[in-house]
Each structure stands twice: as structure tokens, then as C-alpha cells.
């Protein structure tokens, strides 16, 4: 197997880190659709070695042995695929099967963030060894690129991918570098013909074909195409335009032959030492050294952007069929798992047979967004943005906001949900499953075939709602895993599998994020509900079933509580505004002397609406990159973020009022007539209500400390956080739900174009159309409904103040306090339940390293593969 050795220094981070590296040549690869047994209607792709010729007999050779190597024929070995391709006929000494499969999937993130990556995964290797006995060649990262044309080509070295590649090919050898079969002549071809693919030859000829001035390349090329038709007495125009329909046609052609392609380097990398920043040395150190960690790595860089489902039927379809690992895991790009994190996620899979995929633990690592020029990196332009709101950005951090998001999500949704077995989502960026729950089962089926049905059938016509859903395939996926025929796998969360990921760090990338994740997981939800049915399929036992459908409800109530979340926001506000203000009529002002009172809050109830109603009309009319779209947000929400701050102002006064009332009422059982009237219950005649709602209230807001004992370390982050989370409470409410809302026909970073027939995208505005008014007037209705109840003159007044508000506060507090505590009382007991978890796993750990028999066979198979060259 031809390979070389070499060094690649990277200034990831200080001190730095030095990547040992073998390159083996690059291959093409396909993924092709197999033709169905008669009378089957699956349509499942396979992985195959693309059969072309070349002019260079070095790579002619190299085509012929990937093609021989995927296709099952038997031949030496070749390249590190051969090691792990369980179909090929091969020597039995020299094949492995993988224990795991890591997938790292890739858009146009930097060089950085894939070494982050990668460096994480490299420092779990020496855990799988030391604790499990698992070797270096039993694990596989297979990393793949969505689009040639979308490598990141940027001018930081840091950053660029291609730059990268160009080291690979450059130590391969002087032969295979001089070849056209190189990433960077890829890119630079796939990219001039995608660019050519898209002329528009008519507006070209209506700007007088000033292209052939602009490119050299293309003028050289009409020379010669006019050289071989000197016969042709056209005008000069015609036979531009006959050129370029032609330069379009080859290049839409060649396009088309690379929509299921994809290019395969293979590769061995390890740590070789990490050394001191000023320490220029570099010692030597041999390819088959065995104290050292080191990872088989496969780059696939598919030509074609298809989607992140078109990566995973890269990754499950392709590698997982040849490999047959016994486990995979998905990582995003950039997400960094801590040391243990990956095997804590395959041990958890090892110790309990019936569980079929795990999630771990995924926190924020908080991101620096100024250079050295003290310029900011991301998409936030200080010229689109008013001074206040780049002071409320400065002074709130929206990276903290969403660190404290998904650590609460992390202390209570996945442990309640883990509990009963069943978890909504198991995020893409971080979440592992058993290989046997996915591959397909001797019947032919297999649950992928729904999971990737946007991607195997391209032809089928999808309707927006399918499409939204498509966004957050995860769920359908979890619920197929969980219903598998004649098994009873659950799916779990491991607490003690923990990584970090980037946070988005400005506001109008995180509209476009939440966008995604809030219309897919909204419809892919109701899509689950309604197939459901289909767990009575599996094994599960009555109680599992249940648990399950505790599940489903619960899920149901959090979509319930997201879609009218605005009108309960305004109802809540409104009532601490009537407590505050003595009234809202003009005329009983006069007598109250509360003018300034009421003016203040007319101009508040005004301004309020009338956000609201921007917020709608900029959804509908602009996306999220529009420049009036991003000032008037970022406007909006410093407005609301201070709405929200004086709203939690007056909240946390009034809970600590309650707390004292409680204390002094019911404990001490001293307390003033005084202290009794006033306040927010001071109107509340009922004395038993206002001492329940007290002590709901209270109780609400101390509960939440309970998870968060579980986690010691995260106690200072949390807290830190807190503040940050609440500044941008109302935007989570207003600004990204509205704006989700009012873009269903967004389908952005989903698995298929929006580019729809004329007759589909009219089908399109009309669901639309209709999802958005049902969703404004059910909001509305309810906020009109509270309000009338809380003003209207046709109650006295008396009875609103004694009875109306306190029995809505009273029911809004039961429902909310109500389902937190229920989800904090089942979370805790999973973390009890860890406990036991976590001691059996350990046990487990030291059965896999007394059984772990293939070191001496991995030995062998090393020395015959990398000994000698």
C-alpha cells in the first residue's frame, strides 16, 4: 500500500500540536442506485468505485483498484478501505471490523474546526485502549464534505481547506501531484463549470458578450471553436451564442454525471507529541508505533451540496454497509467531545443491549468574535445597527444566553425524557447508535429508508409540511428506532458524554438557526403523532408503551405552550401592569391622579402591538439577511429585551414578596393587617387561594435549583449565564418564534430545493397563508379573551381584581409550575438512576477489556500494512 510519512504543524492552539500523517491516493467514488428485486419498491443505494479511463496510467491503475475494491473482487491491498470492506473477498487475516464509526459532517466550517474535531476524537483514543482494550484500527472517522464547490477557500491558513488538501497531494509524491486528480484542480474545474452551467446566454448577448474580455480562458476557447467552423457565414453574435449554449450544455452535463460522486482520501493520523510554542525540533517517530494514538481517517468530498441527509447516506448507505461497524456516531464539525465523551457513549451502548442510540451531554464553548484588529469575525455589521442595540449586544451576550438554554435543557428535558425511554431528538451534532437498529433486516427493510427518503427517491413530489419536516428528520428517526419490528430498543441520554459546540453569535444567524429547528420540529412532531401507532409493531412491554405515550403528551404540550406563548406572554404582562397602574381609563385617571400612569402604559400597550406587527410584516416580506430586516431586529429586540428585564424586575419583587408573605403567614404566623393588603394579592379576597398561589409560586422558582445540584460544575456557569438568558427571553417568545412562523416556505439547509413548480409554490403561499392566520387569531383571540376579562365594564370591578386575575394567575401558575415539577421529580430520579447505570457500565468496561482477544491480530495486520515503505 503506497504511503508516505509526514509532519503537518497547526496553530489550532497553544502549545502547539504536531498531526502525524500516512496519505494514501485519492479515488472517486459513486453512490448508485441499486436496481430492486421484482416486485420490491426499496430504494437503496450502494457504494461503488466509479469505472472510468484516465491518460494517466497512474491513475487509470488507481480508479481500476477501488473499483475492484468496492465491488467484491479480490485483489491486494490497496488503500485502507480494503482493511475494513467486510463484502470484499479478501484475505480474512487482513480484514477488520470496526467496533465504531465516527461521521464528522462538513459544509464550509474552517480547517480549524475540523482539527478541533478531530483532536477530540484523538484524545478519546487513549481512554478506548486503557479502559476497553479497543484498538486505534478498530475505530474509522469518515468525514464528509457537502459540496466541492463549498470547501472553505478562505485566505487565513487557519481557515482553508484547500490549502490543506494541496499539503496531502504535494507529499503523495511529485507523480500524482502533477495529475488533474487533485481537491484544488477539482474545485477550481467543478466550480468554473457550475458557473458556466448558469449562463444566461440572451442577457450575455444583450451585454455584448463582454464575458470573452472578462475571461481569457473562455475567449481562448471560442477561438478554437471558430477555427473548426471557418465554413460558417454567421454574424459573429450567433456563433458566440452557439458557443455558449454549448459551454452550457457540457457544463450542465458534467454537472449531472457528478450529482452522486465523490472524491476518497484515506489516511492514518496521530498525535506525535505536543510541543512548546518557541520549540522548533521535530522528532521522528515510526508509522507503527503502537504508544501512539492515531486514527484511519476517510475523507469523502462529495461534489454536489445535497444536504446533511445527503451526508448521512454517504455515511449509513456507503461506508456503514461495507464497514458493518458495531456502532456509529455523528458529530458536526467543531464540536469538540472531552476526552471520555465517546467512550462513555459506546460503552453505554455495550452495557445494555436494547438501547439504539444514546446523546450526550452538549454545553457551549464561547467563541471570541473579535480579531486581532479588534473587528468582529461574524455576520454582525456595526453599520446596520443603532447605537443602543450595539450597546445591548455588548452588554448582554447572546452567547451566554443560549449556554444557559442548553444546560437547562440538558438538566431537565433529556434526563425526564431518558427516563421513559424515549428521547425526542437525538441531536445530529452529538449522538450515537447501534449499527443493528439502523442496517437493514433480512426482509429488506430498513428504518434509514424513512429517515432518508427526501434524498433516495429525488423524483417523489414533497408538500411544504413534509419539507419543514425534513429540516428535523431526528425525530422520525428516533421514532423508527423505537418501533422497530420485533425489538424494544430505547434510546437513552449518558450524562457523562459530554462535548462542546459552537454557539451562533449574533442575532440574525440565530433567527435563520431557530427558524430550522423550530418548523421542522414542529412538523416532524406531528408527523410522529400521527404515526405512532407503529411502536405496537415492536417488543415493548405495557409499561413501555406507556411511558412512551407519557412522552408523546408531554411533547404535545410543549408544541401547545410554543404556539401560544406570545398570548400567555401579554396576558401575564397585562396583569402586572393592572397591578401597577390603579387604572387605564383617562377619565377615572383624572380623579386618581395617574395620568403619567396611564399615558406611559397606553404608549407601552401601542408600541408593544405594533412590534409585534413589524416583526410579521418583515417576516413575510424579507428573509433574515435583508439590511432593513437586520436593523429593524436588532431594534425590536433590544426593545423587547428591556420589556423583558422590567418584566423579571417586577416578577423576582414579587417573589420575594410571596417568599416573605409565605414565611411570615404560615411559619412564623406573624403578620401585619398592613403587610396583608398590599401588593400583588392585596385585591385577592380569597385568603386559602392567595396562600396556595404563594406557595406555587414560590415553590416554582426554588425546584429549579434541584437539577442544577447534580451538576456541581455547572453551577458558576449557570449562574453567570442566568441574567444573559432573560435579556433575550422575549426575543426566544417574539422575535424567533414569529419569524419561524412566517417562513414555513423557508426551506433553507433542508434535504431539497425550494425551487418548486409554478403550481407548487402557489399550493405553497396558500398553506402558508393559512398556518400563519390560524396561529395570529388563535394568539389573538386568547389575549382579547384575557383582556376583556380583565377590563371589561360589564364585570365590576371589584369582582376582577377579587376573582378574575387571581383565578387566571392561579390557573397559569398550576399549569406551568405543575409540568416543571413533574419533569424535575422524573429527572432526578434518572439521575439516581445513572448511579446504578454508570457502576454497570464499569463493570461492563473491564468484561470488554478481558474479552478483548484481536490486539495480537491487529498487530499482525499492522506490521504486513505499514512495516517497509
Known sequence: MSSRLFSLKTNLAQPKVEYKHQILAPVELKMEKEIPQPGSHINKFILKGCSRTSKDPYLSQKFEQIKDIVDDQKVPNHGLISLYNQKSTNDESLKIKPKLAICITMYNEARKELESSLDGILRNMKHFKKNLGIQNEEIVVVVIYDGIDKINNEKDPDDNMIEYFKLWDRVEGSKYHNSNFTIPRKYEKFKEQLERSKYQVE?????????????????????????????????EDAKKADFLYSVKQKAQKYIDSKSNNAILYQMRERISKVVDQNQEQEKSSSANDETEDYLHIFHCIKYKNGGKLSSHLWFFCGFCELFQPEHTILLDCGLIPDETALVNM?????????????????GIKLQNVYNESGERTDNFDEKQVDWISQLYEETFSIQKAQMFEYNMGHLIDKPFESLFGFIQVLPGAFSGYRWEALKRDNDGNSILDDYLASVLDKEQELTLEQQNMNLAEDRILCLKIFSKKGKKYTLRYIRNATARVDPVTDLVTLVGQRRRWINGSYFALI?????????????????????????????????????????????????????????????????TNSIVSVVLTTLFLVSYFMCILMIIYYSIAFNNRNPKVISSFYAISTYLGIIMLAAFGLMMAYVVEMFIYVIKKNIIGNISIEEENRGLLSSWKDEKLRTVFSWIVVL????????????????????????HYMAYQAQYIHLLLIYAICRIDDLSWGTKNSDDSGAQQELSKQIKFKFVAEWFITNVTIGIVFSILLTSKVIEEDEQFSRIKPYILFIISI??????????????????YFIFFRIQMNEKSKKIKRDQDSQSKLREIRNKLFNNQ
Open 203 to 235: 442577457q450575455l448577448r444583450n451585454d455584448d458578450f463582454k464575458i470573452f474580455k472578462q475571461n481569457e480562458k473562455l475567449n481562448e476557447e471560442y477561438i478554437k471553436y471558430k477555427s473548426t467552423i471557418t465554413d460558417d457565414v454567421r454574424q
Open 346 to 362: 459506546y460503552l453505554a451502548l455495550e452495557t445494555d443491549k436494547d438501547i439504539g442510540g444514546v446523546c450526550g451531554f452538549m
Open 527 to 591: 408527523e410522529a403523532l400521527k404515526k405512532k401507532s407503529i411502536v405496537y409493531e415492536s417488543d415493548h412491554t405495557t409499561w413501555e408503551l406507556l411511558k412512551f405515550k407519557i412522552c408523546m403528551k408531554f411533547a404535545q404540550l410543549n408544541n401547545f405552550l410554543g404556539y401560544v406563548s406570545l398570548s400567555v406572554f401579554f396576558t401575564i404582562v397585562f396583569i402586572m401592569i393592572l397591578t401597577n397602574v390603579e387604572t387605564i381609563t383617562l377619565n377615572q385617571a383624572q380623579d
Open 700 to 723: 416554582g422558582f426554588a425546584i429549579n435549583v434541584i437539577p442544577i445540584l447534580w451538576y456541581p460544575t455547572k453551577i458558576i456557569e449557570i449562574l453567570k449565564s442566568f441574567i
Open 815 to 832: 399549569f406551568l409550575t405543575g409540568q416543571l415539577l413533574f419533569r424535575i421529580f422524573f429527572a432526578t430520579i434518572h439521575e439516581i
